[in-house]
């Protein structure tokens, strides 16, 4: 192990072992992931770490919690990785140098359980939200929102003011703390719009349009931002690279 790598976290490498066995067919779509109790008992941990399990299937896709079911696998939905999108897709089309970038809010609030799978948090922890709107000729073209773990607000305060981060929120985080964004995960869907962004999107609450959710993980493999970008109607994702 090299000395900027440190152990996988126990519930991570937890969680990892049951994703193998649901890729390689041993737990199947409808089948139950296995209880807090039988993680706790089975692999020696608390309570705590065996809960934390779950979540992580959840956030990657592999599993879903149903009220008086329990957590189930469900069948893997295809994903789109995006190692431009942090460029041209995070503003919805051609780049961001003649975007308008209005800052519509900052500050810390309480995880609701999506945002808390995403970066590894219990639900109702302190997390910070940053949303931005881009616009250009046409109008509205993104309502973008960010999340990332309220601790590291204290080392880097920057992150709650509504304001440009010369660095983004990867810089900010890189700087504060260390933590790189090494791995990105891009989840391209149609989804309703909620209420408090149909109001800066310019459209209906329950509107379907274009959603791109990104998942970031540091160099150690811990989940560092979660950002949920809602596209204007008629939108389109563009990618342009050289195939030679």
């Given amino acids: 192990?090299?000395?900027?790598?440190?152990?996988?976290?126990?519930?991570?490498?937890?969680?990892?072992?049951?994703?193998?066995?649901?890729?390689?067919?041993?737990?199947?779509?409808?089948?139950?992931?296995?209880?807090?109790?039988?993680?706790?008992?089975?692999?020696?941990?608390?309570?705590?770490?065996?809960?934390?399990?779950?979540?992580?299937?959840?956030?990657?896709?592999?599993?879903?919690?149903?009220?008086?079911?329990?957590?189930?696998?469900?069948?893997?939905?295809?994903?789109?990785?995006?190692?431009?999108?942090?460029?041209?897709?995070?503003?919805?089309?051609?780049?961001?140098?003649?975007?308008?970038?209005?800052?519509?809010?900052?500050?810390?609030?309480?995880?609701?359980?999506?945002?808390?799978?995403?970066?590894?948090?219990?639900?109702?922890?302190?997390?910070?939200?940053?949303?931005?709107?881009?616009l250009d000729t046409l109008g509205v073209k993104t309502v973008s929102t960010t999340w990332i773990e309220g601790s590291i607000a204290e080392r880097a305060p920057e992150l709650l003011r509504p304001e440009k981060l010369p660095k983004m929120t990867f810089g900010a985080i890189e700087d504060a703390t260390g933590r790189r964004a090494s791995r990105q995960r891009d989840t391209i869907a149609i989804r309703e719009v909620p209420a408090d962004v149909a109001e800066h999107l310019g459209v209906e609450p329950g509107t379907k349009t274009l959603v791109v959710v990104n998942h970031y993980w540091d160099q150690y493999g811990e989940p560092s931002e979660y950002a949920v970008d809602y596209h204007g109607p008629g939108r389109e994702l563009q990618r342009e690279y050289d195939r030679d």
Wanted: charged content about 30%; aromatic content about 2%; cysteine-free.
């Fill in 1 to 134: 192990m090299s000395p900027n790598q440190r152990p996988m976290a126990p519930y991570r490498r937890i969680a990892a072992q049951i994703m193998e066995r649901i890729d390689r067919g041993e737990l199947r779509p409808g089948d139950h992931v296995p209880s807090v109790s039988k993680i706790r008992d089975a692999e020696g941990v608390s309570t705590a770490t065996a809960a934390r399990v779950a979540a992580v299937l959840r956030a990657e896709g592999y599993a879903e919690s149903v009220p008086g079911v329990g957590t189930i696998v469900i069948e893997r939905k295809g994903l789109i990785a995006g190692a431009d999108r942090l460029g041209r897709l995070r503003a919805g089309g051609d780049g961001l140098d003649n975007d308008t970038v209005e800052f519509l809010g900052a500050g810390l609030e309480s995880a609701s359980q999506e945002v808390a799978d995403a970066l590894g948090l219990d639900e109702g922890a302190q997390v910070v939200r940053r949303r931005r709107r881009y």
